[in-house]
């Protein structure tokens, strides 16, 4: 994965250059990630389940996580000597519950198995998510004491790899930090995701010069969003830091209306749009939900901070898909 053996050997000047493996490399936080590491000059793999194209300086590794034994798993993460682990691995838009369960539990316990074997200690930094906590109608921040108690499919599975990296950290097994993360806005944003749909219905829109028609359920939440460069960053804050053993909430600090980043979306766009909200049978009675994390911990343990504005985060999303067709 590194190189020959004479290739690993670490040369004078060279041990305190990150040599980080990215699992979920090639997936849309991870490709963040990378290019993150990648500016700090460190030695970055992204593993995903198929290789693919991969930008200059960065290797790729094709390997499926939940199939290869633990033994295996360890050695092939582990034979470039790497420091860190960073497991941006999971499925959470349009995948089923069994393969939320596969990809967000049963795939972090193949992996805390396989650094609890591996012949030489490396870090893991898991990426978990704000969805782990119980939206809220109060409008009070949820910080890392809040009780978890996740409402959908998507956060109990990624509680449960939460817990399994807390626990064998616990243990002494292996060194981990768990970033449970907002959700992160910005260039790559999956097409099944809200912002990924609505921009490729703006970009489609675009190329055949009509007004777009924008077909959405209600969209009343309020949700934290956090711009996909900073969370990169707080990643990479990580991967320097000794902290171990803990959640630490990423996100922008500020809960915003989910509707607000449609219509900025369609704004920054240019591209002539009409939104048209969906009811659901029976919905519409319940009060908004607002899911705002309190980032304090961060600050005060990583010296991290969110730098960028959302406005950013959805123009770069707009410019970079906009410009695979010349729009």
């Known amino acids: 994965m590194f190189g020959s053996a004479e290739e690993q050997y670490v040369t004078p000047g060279e041990s305190d250059r990150a040599r980080v493996v990215v699992l979920g490399g090639t997936g849309f936080v991870g490709r963040h990630v990378c290019a993150a590491l990648l500016g700090e000059g460190g030695e970055v793999v992204a593993v995903s389940r198929h290789s693919g194209p991969t930008r200059p300086g960065l290797r790729g590794l094709a390997l499926d996580l939940c199939r ?8 092939a993460l582990t034979q470039g000597r790497p ?3 960073v497991n941006a691995a999971g499925a959470v838009w349009a995948a089923t519950e069994r393969e939320m369960v596969t990809a967000n539990t049963e795939l972090v316990r193949r992996l805390v198995d396989a650094l609890r074997g591996a012949a030489q200690p490396v870090r893991l930094i898991h990426l978990g998510s704000v969805n782990e906590y119980a939206p809220t109608t109060h409008g009070q921040p949820v910080d890392e004491r809040t009780p978890t108690r996740p409402t959908t499919a998507y956060g109990r599975t990624k509680l449960e790899g939460t817990h399994l990296v807390l626990d064998a950290a616990r243990r002494g097994d292996i060194d981990a930090l768990v970033l449970r993360m907002a959700n992160v806005a910005g260039p790559g944003s999956p097409p099944a995701s809200l912002l990924g ?10 190329a055949d010069g009509r007004t777009a028609e924008i077909r959405l359920t209600p969209l009343r939440a309020e949700r934290d969003f956090v711009d996909a ?5 707080a990643v990479l804050t990580a991967v320097r830091s000794d902290v171990g053993g803990r959640v630490i909430n990423i996100g922008s600090g500020e809960a915003v209306p989910v509707r607000s980043l449609v219509d900025l979306l369609i704004k920054v766009s240019g591209v002539p749009a009409h939104v048209v909200e969906q009811l659901v049978h029976g919905g519409g009675d319940e009060r908004p939900e607002r899911l705002e994390v309190d980032i304090r911990l961060a600050r005060e343990l990583l010296g991290w901070t969110p730098r960028r504005l959302l406005e950013d ?4 999303l707009w410019r970079a898909l906009a410009g695979t067709t010349g729009h």
């Open 68 to 75: 290869t034994p633990p033994g295996e798993l360890g050695q």
């Open 83 to 85: 420091t860190v682990v």
């Open 197 to 206: 749909r609505v921009a490729h219905q703006l970009r489609l829109a675009c």
């Open 229 to 233: 460069q900073d969370a990169a960053s």
């Open 313 to 316: 985060a959805v123009s770069d």
